[in-house]
C-alpha cells in the first residue's frame, strides 16, 4: 500500500507539472528556430530554382510546375512568422531591420507573397509568357526583401 501511495504521490506531481508547461506554448530555444526558418528559406529558394528551370525551359517538367507554385503558396503564407521576437541573434543572416522595421518587413513579405499568388495564377493560366514574366516578378519580391532585411545576399 505504501508503494502505491507513492506512485500515486509521483503521477499527481507530474500531472501538476504537466499543467505548468501546456503544449504548444513552450519556448522554443532561439537557435531551433533559426535553423528551422532556414530550412523553410531553403525550400522556398529550392521550388524556386527548380521552377527557374522549368520556366527557362532547361528541363522538361512541365507538369511539375504546378505543384512548385503551390508549394510557395504555402510556404511564404507568413514569413513574418518565421522571425519572432528574440530569434534575432546567432547563427543567423537576417538583419536587425527585421524586428526594428517590422511594418516594413511585413510589408515585403505580403509583397512577395501577392507575387507568388499571381506567379500560381500564371501557371494555372498556361500562358508561356506571363509564366515567365510573373516568375520574373516574383523574384524581385524576394530580392526585394532580401535587399533590406538580410545581410549580404547570397
Ligand atoms: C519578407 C522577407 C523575405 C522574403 C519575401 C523572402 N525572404 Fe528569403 N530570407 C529572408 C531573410 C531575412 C533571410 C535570412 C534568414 C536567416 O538567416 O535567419 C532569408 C534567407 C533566404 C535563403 C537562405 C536560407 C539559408 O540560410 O540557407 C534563401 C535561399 C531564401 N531566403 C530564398 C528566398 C526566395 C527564393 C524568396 C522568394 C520566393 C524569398 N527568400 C523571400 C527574408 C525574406
Not at 525551359?57 to 518565421?82: F, M, N, S, W
Not at 506567379?119 to 524581385?140: L, P, T, W, Y
Amino acid at each position: 500500500m505504501m508503494k502505491h501511495g507513492i506512485t500515486r504521490k509521483l503521477l499527481f506531481t507530474g500531472m501538476m507539472l504537466a499543467a505548468l508547461v501546456p503544449l504548444g506554448l513552450s519556448a522554443a530555444e532561439p537557435e531551433d528556430v533559426i535553423k528551422y526558418r532556414k530550412n523553410v528559406m531553403k525550400a522556398i529558394g529550392g521550388h524556386t530554382s527548380a521552377a527557374a528551370a522549368i520556366v527557362q525551359g532547361k528541363v522538361d517538367y512541365k507538369a511539375h510546375l504546378a505543384e512548385h507554385a503551390r508549394a510557395l503558396q504555402v510556404l511564404t503564407k507568413d514569413i513574418p512568422a518565421l522571425f519572432p521576437k528574440d530569434s534575432d541573434f546567432g547563427d543567423t543572416e537576417a538583419k536587425d531591420a527585421v524586428w526594428t522595421k517590422r511594418a516594413d518587413f511585413e510589408k515585403a513579405a505580403k509583397n512577395a507573397r501577392t507575387k507568388v499568388e499571381a506567379f500560381a495564377k500564371a501557371v494555372q493560366g498556361g500562358n508561356q509568357q506571363a509564366m515567365a514574366a510573373s516568375f520574373k516578378d516574383m523574384g524581385e519580391g524576394c530580392k526585394g526583401c532580401h535587399k533590406d532585411f538580410r545581410k549580404e545576399e547570397k
